[in-house]
């Protein structure tokens, strides 16, 4: 929470700097006061205010609380007051449902704090795999043309990886990535994040996600049967999409509501582009 609002603080022009540090604080917090009607504040800050993160001792300064809160509701006593019981058996169900394996505990414990950061990085594994494996600045700048390196996958068992070449972009912003893999030769065509691709950059479908729904193919939205906050049963009409003069009805995977339609009418999307997210029913 101090570091969401310290770099809040300097990101909105908040921070006003005088001779010592005290005359610094007064005059940033007189200025944060002054602008707060317009300002969206972190979620951890405002929570914080609320009480949700425990009470500090001597209280909360009450002005910068209000300036804050706008209004919301405060939390008396200690945030676990009244909370129900977390079901942990629930919890493992979730994450070895999302990981394909028997639950670490370490997940299971991250996903009761964090749900929507670990059902995120869930997702980033399936997609991409355990990268941790992964020497850090191959991870954060890939290889050089003709780098070695190793990737040790358990005890007694690596890969030796070299990239040798790489194609110019095709039409779509796309390369032909050449590398050797233990001496054999290996292609894989990924997206050249360095162009800047004309047109609507889509969400993709994620497969381990229920609710998310996603394009059978490429195609463009010729209908859409339902609303943002419309309650949904599995089978049900979402949207009709046209390709090649076939029509597709993409129904409801599962019954839910309708948290979002990524997609309007007349819209052009690619093959697993995100069309409705829905929250499924517990």
Known sequence: MVGDFAIFLVQNDLLALRADLAATVE??????????????????????????????????????????????????????????PFDLGKARAHVAARTGRD???????????????????FAFQSRCGDVSLLPTPVYFYGLDMGQEVWIELEPGKSLLVSLEARSEPDEDGNV????????????????????????????????????DVGAPMPCRVIGLHVKEGQTVQAGEPLLTLEAMKMETIVRAPVAGVVRELCVDVKAQVKGQDLLVVLDAAK
């Open 103 to 121: 639950a670490d505990p370490r997940d299971v414990i991250s996903y009761a704090l964090y749900p929507r950061v670990m059902d995120d990085f």
């Open 27 to 84: 005059a940033t917090r007189q200025k944060l006061l002054l602008e707060a009607r317009r300002l969206d504040f972190p979620q951890s800050v405002v929570q914080y205010f609320q009480g949700y993160l425990g009470h500090p001792p001597g209280g909360y300064p009450e002005d910068l609380r209000a300036a804050v809160l706008k209004g919301l509701p405060v939390l008396q006593g200690r945030p676990s007051d009244g909370m129900a």
């Open 176 to 211: 032909t990535v050449y590398f050797l893999l233990n001496g054999q030769s290996r292609q894989v065509v990924v997206p050249d994040r360095s162009l800047r691709k004309e047109g609507e950059q889509r969400r993709r479908a994620d497969a381990a996600r229920p609710g």
